[in-house]
């Protein structure tokens, strides 16, 4: 079957573009990790993929603001290509930091506030799906990391009673399987009514704050040396592959 | 011209809520009633309104933020303002992003001199004195790297907000290269070397730290030459000497050890050990490179390196911290042709953050040195930043607490790399620079920063140790040199050969490449600075960060420079290697270095260390039995070096790379683990398992022992994981005190020995190592009284292993009610220096340390470890855990917690011989696991277990409870496991 093609974006800091790269193949896509400065300078076309994912990282090292600065890259010299990308029938992700970089590009609405606790958390959560998205096909809820100084998402009462409205509100903090085996509250951030992830474009971009390529596989979820012993004496197989990497396989799924 | 930009959050901001927090727990609750933060960005460039507008835009989020141009605005009245700016050329990560993106905006660049700086302006309201605010601004910046404004409201109007002036560096400093004047007395020589070189106004320039030997060898080589040396010459080789890179102290002969500790000892284990495992030998690259290098699979090398950075550490907790981390980053990049890091490990010896006392560096108490609890805030935070922001898995770490840390803290830092073996069809760990070969130093521009690091880290610290060492890390220019570099440069073979710049700078570098190509001849001018005016000896020997130096054959520098455009990384021929056997230096044209590189790098006189042996005999605490036992076990959880350290694992990004299985917090109850699993190739099963040991405590009695239980601890956590003890390897860091003391020396030579034996008993070859070996601080406390405090002799002792596959590694967490508790090992009375007799030693004020120092006998739990690992492979174990800080007790209260499952267990079968209850449950004696099993499985456990000491001693309960029943079987311990779990994160809760 075709694969589709996936551009994960890369450069001044971000710095999950591997195992986002690797997540997509796995999943059955075709990935090539972009600078942005090979978009820039028009050695590689945007237009040729079908997939623009922006992975998690430190771009410029949230100096100035999470997101920022490398969104300001962008508009100053790719905001024609983006338009264009996302007026296709073509699909977005925004993980982490590529989901700071989306609202600051104004593609996705709200905005990522520090903490509560001020300071970088690196913890599983679990998430509530609604929605419609093509990402989001048959998940209904995830346990996945998030790992992030600036995630509590914000946006003032007006868009929110429109996310609302447009139930573009996809993803929301809730105490889950993992929540409740590490004894963790469900909001990690204090982010507003829980939003973890949002939609935009009828469903095809996805800005999140957890990261599903962490969860891609069996051994990388928190409780599995657990659950290996419960599936084995249960006599079950032990699986191979994690949660996430539902997403990834959405995305695929959706150009074939 | 310059303009302020302000920008201030409009919705309400976190971090001012936790400052405010901060602030009260100063002493001032209930003082302060608001606390407002607004960014500020001063440009100092010539901008027309309408572009200061534009870039106000860019700089603020619409959603959240407000900014104003040049006012600086606060919602309601306030009492006190302070202003948190940087001193002139340290380094400015916001402000160097803000000028990117102004200039990538504006399409246009800052002219030289211009630039952004950025400070940080705090409102504060509340009841408060003068005295109270300048606490408060004492707590936000260090005098040796930030500048602090205080201001009342009133002044605060009169002026009408802030000035407006930016910390810009100014230097009048003489570019002319001097001459040494060396045909001087021994006395003046002495001064040289202690003091640095006299500047023309009678200063002297900091340590060259070089003792009278040193300098009339130099005497003794420019008088064969004909000349005098010059400032620049002088301070090369002071760099190079520096006990920092030559570790002359274990290079040198100790005692009867004509080769040095180190060749006889460490690499004299290493090389038999590799010989007695042939075919099996797995080291590829060990000693000679950045890293050490082992074998992962068929396809890639693992490397792994572990550094200290105690002396900038104790000056700027923040600065010395992450530049430990991003600096053993480039130790990763700098192994053969370039490895990408992939795991770092922290550990950080420090003293009770609660201690109040105040210490100075200087008699008249004007230089005060940081608090305990500031040191420990400051180098977590550090560590946090560089490897957060480098998006390499921070997996594993320890604190260790001491009261003789309070003086120099002990920062570990360790980063473990992955390469393939061949690269374009070449041996990818070897690497060589060719004459004729550009030098290219790549990254970060040269400063002010970094002078003297490696001399002054060779000394104790004092009231004249250099503030020109401290800087602070600048990770995301690092970032985007290692991406260019390892992910692309690399496998496109641009260049012949790299290294790292640390310690010395481009004087130690480029001198150490030089050596493949046998001579260099640089060009200083060519070299990039932060601002004008820099020395020449400066540029030469500065430490500045995110460097590394590449030899490039002059056909590929044309594809390489383009490379480096093209990802934003700063790339600059400084010079040529050469065939001339000479390191040569020119500043506009003029010769100002020419030195025979065998002299600068062998130049350096001989030793002959002697050692005297010291005899050591401690209290013994009485031999009262325990009446609490409850007690003292929830006491033990409480105490700093066993209980929890989740706030540091969880602000860690330990699962960036999506690697990691074995996770820092285990189980339900997140109880941290001393064992991280990690898989380093996302399209392969095998594993990486790190673990650690370290007991400084243990010096007290013996370094020999110390060495040995640091070693076996180190194993057996790897093991426990689930490690094939034929499959580790160790790293050595020595952090020692005054190893100008015959004593200390013997203490090291002992401890060196151990490290010797038990390696070659254990067949785990060490690959890498490092020595610090002055960590004292001489000063005085608040009446004058002058003191010396020195760390205990430290030795970290790391493990690396590879495992076939990740999903057959184990966790410490019990799994199910009904499996089996089994110990492996042997309890004795080994309670010398332990937790517990620390316990009783601080309820009833007296120092028992005691001389029962647990023993290794590495025959005995090898077997142990290769049965437990056969065990683990063959999945007949739930759960594992390495006995170790206090003792029985604390290792099955980790299993019950992190499984949230009760325990019952009766101490009369342990094996060993332990006569009382106390001694029982807290006796840190090597070699033992505490494994859970399924009933299932006991035959075939116990079939392969035949032969070692272990035994059945209980089991895992659905009740909440640990019960355990003494050595006479009457009930000794009962304890509620909710109860037991806060006692275990209390300490820690509010960090």
Not at chain 1, 9 to 21: D, P, V
Not at chain 2, 338 to 364: Q, T
Not at chain 2, 577 to 584: D, E, L, R
Request: charged share 25%; proline share 4%; with cysteine.
């Amino acid at each position: 079957m075709r694969k589709p093609k996936v551009l994960i974006l890369s450069g001044y800091g971000l710095n999950c573009e591997e195992e986002t790269k690797f997540a997509f193949e796995l999943a059955g896509a075709e990935g090539r990790i972009v600078h942005i400065n090979d978009l820039i300078d028009g050695s590689v076309k945007l237009k040729n993929f079908q997939i623009l994912a922006i992975p998690g990282g430190f771009s410029y090292g949230d100096d100035t603001g999470s997101g920022k600065a490398y969104a300001n890259k962008i508009k100053n010299h790719l905001q024609k290509e983006i338009n264009d990308f996302v007026k296709e029938d073509k699909l977005v992700i925004g993980i982490c930091n590529g989901f700071q970089i989306l609202t600051n590009l104004g593609l996705l609405p709200g905005a990522l506030n520090f903490n509560d606790s001020a300071r970088y958390t690196d913890r599983w959560v679990d998430i509530k799906i609604e929605g419609e998205s093509p990402w989001l096909v048959g998940i209904k809820t995830l346990s996945v990391p998030i790992a992030h100084g600036e995630g509590k998402y914000f946006t003032d009462k007006k868009t929110l009673a429109k996310l609302k409205k447009e139930k573009r509100i996809t993803a929301k903090y809730f105490k889950g399987e993992i929540c409740r085996y590490q004894d963790y509250p469900a909001n990690p951030n204090g982010a507003l009514e829980d939003i973890a992830g949002v939609l935009g474009a009828g469903g095809k971009i996805l800005g999140m704050m957890p990261h599903p390529e962490r969860a891609m596989f069996f051994t990388q979820l928190p409780n599995w040396p657990y659950l290996k012993e419960k599936y084995k004496r249960e006599g079950k197989k032990i699986p191979i592959y994690g949660p996430g990497l539902k997403i990834f396989q959405n995305a695929v799924k959706y150009f074939q | 011209m310059i303009t302020r930009i302000n920008v201030k959050y409009a919705t309400p901001d976190a971090r001012a809520k936790v400052k405010q927090k901060n602030f009260a727990e100063l002493g001032l609750w209930g003082k302060i009633k608001a606390v407002e933060i607004v960014d500020s960005y001063a440009i100092d460039a010539k901008l027309n309104f309408a572009d200061i507008k534009r870039v106000a835009k860019i700089l603020t989020n619409p959603l959240m933020e407000k900014s104003t141009i040049n006012r600086l605005e606060v919602s309601g009245k306030f009492d006190w303002m302070i202003e948190i700016g940087f001193l002139p050329g340290v380094t400015d990560n916001v402000g160097a992003t803000a000028k990117e993106t102004i200039e990538d905006l504006l399409k246009k660049k800052f002219k030289n001199g211009e630039g952004v700086y950025v400070s940080q302006v705090f409102f504060i309201s509340g009841k408060l004195k003068l005295e109270d605010i300048q606490k408060i601004a004492d707590s936000l910046y260090n005098p040796l790297i930030q500048s602090a404004r205080i201001k009342s409201y009133a002044e605060f109007r009169k002026q009408k907000g802030t000035e407006k002036d930016v910390p810009k560096v100014r230097l009048s400093s003489s570019q002319n290269v001097g001459q040494v004047d060396l045909e001087v007395n021994d006395e003046e020589l002495i001064k040289i070397g202690k003091q640095g070189i006299a500047n023309a106004d009678g200063t002297r320039r900091g340590p060259l730290a070089m003792d009278l030997d040193y300098m009339l060898t130099i005497q003794k080589y420019f008088r064969k030459i004909g000349r005098q040396p010059t400032d620049l010459e002088l301070e090369s080789i002071a760099q190079t000497w520096s006990e920092h890179c030559k570790h002359t102290i274990f290079a040198n002969s100790m005692d009867e050890i004509k080769d040095g500790l180190y060749k006889t000892y460490i690499k004299g284990a290493t090389n038999l050990i590799r010989k007695k495992k042939g075919r099996k030998d797995f080291c590829v690259s060990v000693f000679t490179d950045n890293s050490g290098g082992i074998e992962f699979d068929e396809k890639y090398i693992i490397t792994h390196k572990a550094e200290t950075h105690n002396s900038p550490s104790a000056l700027d907790p923040f600065g010395g911290a992450i530049t430990g981390i991003v600096g053993v980053n480039r130790d990763a990049m700098g192994f053969g042709l370039g490895a990408k890091p992939v795991v770092n490990i922290y550990g950080f010896c420090l003293a009770d953050p609660k201690e109040k006392r105040v210490l100075y560096k200087d008699e008249d108490l004007k230089q005060k040195i940081l608090s305990p609890k500031r040191i420990m805030q400051g180098v977590i935070q550090g560590v946090n930043v560089g490897g957060n922001c480098s998006g390499i898995p921070t997996a594993q770490g320890f604190l260790f607490f001491d009261e003789r840390y309070r003086g120099k803290p002990l920062v570990f830092v360790g980063t473990v790399g992955l390469i393939p073996k061949k690269i374009r069809g070449k041996d990818s760990w070897k690497k060589k620079a060719m004459p004729g070969d550009l030098i290219v130093m790549v990254g970060g521009r040269v400063g002010q920063d970094g002078i003297h690091g490696a001399t002054f880290s060779s000394e104790a610290m004092d009231s004249g140790s250099p503030a020109t060492a401290v800087q602070i890390g600048d990770p995301i220019t690092q970032k985007k040199m290692s991406d260019a570099i390892i992910k692309e440069a690399r496998d496109a073979g641009l260049y012949n050969s790299i290294t790292d710049n640390g310690a010395g700078g481009l004087s130690c570098s480029v001198a150490e490449m030089a050596k493949e190509s046998h001579g260099c001849f640089v060009e200083l001018e060519k070299v990039p600075v932060k601002y004008p005016g820099l020395e020449p000896w400066k540029i030469w020997i500065s430490e500045s960060q995110e460097r590394m130096t590449l030899s490039v054959p002059k056909k590929k520098w044309p594809a390489f420079l383009k490379l480096m455009q093209r990802r934003g990384v700063e790339a600059t021929v400084i010079g040529e290697f050469t065939n001339s056997g000479k390191c040569v230096v020119k500043n506009n044209g003029r010769v100002v270095m020419d030195i025979d590189l065998d002299f600068l790098h062998n130049g350096l006189p001989e030793k002959k260390l002697q050692t005297k042996e010291v005899k050591i005999k401690n209290l013994e605490p009485p031999k009262q039995k325990e009446k609490n036992l409850n007690k003292a076990v929830i006491q033990m959880l409480k105490r700093l070096n066993i209980t929890s350290s989740e706030f540091i694992s969880k602000q860690y990004d330990h699962e960036v790379q999506a690697g990691s299985v074995l996770k820092p917090l285990m189980g339900r109850g997140r109880v941290n683990g001393d064992t991280a699993v990690m898989c380093p190739v996302l399209n392969s099963k095998k594993g990486i398992v790190l673990s650690y040991g370290i007991n400084p405590n243990y010096s007290d009695i013996s370094t020999y022992h110390m060495a040995a239980c640091a070693i076996d601890s180190a194993i057996r956590g790897a093991v426990a994981g689930g490690a094939d003890i034929e499959r580790l390897a160790l790293l050595d860091n020595f952090c020692w005190c005054s190893s100008n003391e015959p004593e200390r020396l013997w203490q090291l030579k002992q401890a060196v020995k151990a490290c010797h034996d038990y390696a070659i008993a254990f067949g785990t070859p060490f690959i890498s190592g490092k020595d610090s070996m002055f960590n004292d601080f001489k000063g005085f406390d608040e009446n004058k009284k002058p003191l010396k405090i020195s760390v205990p002799p430290t030795l970290l002792i790391s493990a690396i292993g590879v495992v076939p596959d990740v999903a057959r590694t184990v966790s410490l967490d019990a799994k199910f009610p009904g499996d089996l508790i089994y110990i492996l090992g042997e309890t004795f009375d080994e309670l010398g220096a332990s937790e517990y007799f620390a316990q009783i030693s601080e309820k009833e004020n007296k120092k028992y340390i005691g001389n029962n120092i647990p023993k290794v006998d590495a025959r005995k739990n090898k077997k142990i470890y290769a049965d437990l690992c056969r065990c683990i492979q063959r999945e007949l174990v739930a759960s594992s855990v390495s006995v170790g800080r206090g003792g029985i007790a604390v290792a099955l209260l980790k299993t019950a917690m992190a499984g949230k499952l009760g325990v019952d267990v009766a101490l009369a079968k342990i094996p060993g011989n332990v006569l009382q209850n106390d001694l029982a449950l807290f006796s840190e004696s090597q070699g033992r696991i505490i494994v859970t099993v399924s009933p299932k499985n006991q035959k075939e456990f116990e079939k392969k277990m035949k032969g070692n000491k272990a035994e059945l001693i209980g089991k895992v309960t659905n009740k909440n409870f640990v019960e355990i029943k003494g050595l006479d079987g009457k009930n000794i311990v009962n304890l509620n496991l909710n109860f037991a779990l806060l006692a275990y994160r209390s300490t820690f809760k509010d960090f």
